[in-house]
């Protein structure tokens, strides 16, 4: 699940809890909209958890490069 459908579940869980007000028999929409802002949220805790460890200026997720030279120089230096 990425960025955006965490914002999108987050936001339909927030309509469902404080916008609307019709009643369902057998289901609660505010539980509904409620759980959707739960698992929006720990959708989007993941995935910025997961994008940053990805991330180009992470410290530790930089490549270092070792140049090493095995022969001696020619000759006249």
Known sequence: MGIGVSLILIAAGAILTWAVDATVSGVSVHAVGVILMVVGAVGLAIS???WSSWGPGVPGNRRR?????DEAP????
């Open 48 to 50: 910025l958890v997961f």
């Open 65 to 69: 490069t070792t140049t090493t030279i």
């Open 74 to 77: 020619p000759p006249g230096y």
